[in-house]
């Protein structure tokens, strides 16, 4: 089996921007699938995809290993990365697919039948307001959905010191925490908006609301402000969404900055890098919680891995951005009770509706 050519397609999503996805294409019929992270140029990183394309025609899109390792950029490119990302999805359906196995099974088999998701409610809230927020994280709840992540705090400037300067976003966290009551867990996504100083205040104020986990409060540098906030708070500390590679997570594992580790398939590097990331942090006792609030291959893939993996602990999921995201898979995306079932079907066990990915294509 040798590769053919690439392809991608995306969907036109909202304001947020568009879902872009990836097919390998084989000269035995069989199509890989991958999901492009949204963030960043995604035209530049289609664009390093279509240069990949000449170099990876011919190849043996089965050995993964290899084909990662010959294209990882020296020094790590962003855009570079995300393309790749993508790649290994494909790659890893293409394999499954081959063999006639799912993606789980490939890397070990599952330790549990069914994913925990959590509906993360801050891409569908356009109304930033604490009855915004507080409106949806009930409709989720409603949905089925047990656990709940909004990002307050999105729109306020970086470096704060003190709680009081945000106090918008801690309105609307009591807001939620009041309309989904107290048996279900609420997580934040700080976004990095706080020093050291002003994350420990922030969580004071907070500290009543009985949080699942605290979300990178600082940026992925500050390891001194990460273990401030760390030694002072009394739930779990969670990060790492944009860490590449496993360099990526290095400093973060070894310092013991976060509680729970959240690489994104998109970005740290696709299946490949995941599941050895997530086993790294395994040594440490340290759980893994995958970030990726985008499309449906996204959740096919992080599915995929974290069935496998013995100390997973709960993975994100986009909610309520839009009514017809069931409609882009075959078999449609079934989430009953915030958990959605690991197939056995080959390869990710999914495969783009072609009507509704025509339907709802964005513009070029």
Not at 28 to 49: A, D, K, M, W, Y
Not at 85 to 108: M, R, T
Request: contains cysteine.
């Amino acid at each position: 089996m040798i590769i053919t050519g690439i392809d991608t397609c995306s969907v036109h999503v909202n304001h947020r921007g568009d879902w872009t996805f990836v097919l390998v294409n084989t000269d035995e019929g069989i199509q890989g699938l991958g999901e492009l992270n949204p963030s960043g140029s995604r035209t530049g990183s289609i664009q390093i995809l279509r240069d990949l394309e000449e170099q990876l025609t011919g190849r043996d899109p089965r050995r993964i290993e290899h084909i990662m390792a010959d294209f990882k950029p020296e020094p790590v490119d962003r855009a570079t990365v995300l393309a790749l990302g993508a790649l290994d999805q494909a790659l890893w359906d293409i394999l499954g697919k081959s063999l006639g196995v799912s993606v789980a099974a490939l890397l070990g088999g599952k330790c549990r039948n069914e994913i925990h998701l959590y509906a993360n409610i801050n891409r569908a809230t356009t109304d930033r307001t604490p009855s915004g927020f507080a409106r949806h994280a009930a409709a989720a709840v409603a949905d089925g959905f047990d656990a709940i992540k909004l990002a307050p705090f999105d729109g306020m400037p970086g470096g704060i010191e003190r709680a009081q300067d945000a106090r918008d976003g801690i309105a609307c966290m009591e807001a939620v925490r009041e309309a989904i009551g107290s048996d279900v867990a609420l997580l934040i996504d700080c976004h990095s908006h706080f020093t050291g100083r002003g994350g420990c205040e922030v969580f004071d104020a907070l500290r009543d609301l009985n949080l699942y986990w605290y979300e990178e409060p600082v940026p992925d540098k500050d390891a001194e402000g990460y273990l401030m906030i760390k030694n002072h708070i009394d739930v779990p500390l969670a990060g790492g969404e944009s860490l590449m590679y496993r360099e990526g997570f290095w400093p973060v594992l070894d310092q013991y900055l976060m509680d729970i580790i959240m690489p994104d398939v998109t970005i740290v590097g696709g299946i490949s890098e995941l599941k050895k990331v997530a086993v790294m942090a395994e040594a440490r006792n340290i759980p893994t919680a995958p970030h990726g609030p985008f499309g449906p291959v996204t959740i096919a893939s992080g599915v995929q891995a974290m069935a496998t993996h013995p100390e997973f602990l709960i993975l994100e999921y986009a909610w309520g951005e839009v009514p017809w995201r069931h409609d882009l898979l075959l078999p449609s995306e079934q989430i009953v009770n915030g958990r959605i079932k690991v197939p056995d079907r080959p390869g990710l066990g999914v495969e783009l509706n072609p009507e509704a990915v025509k339907k709802y294509r964005a513009n070029p």
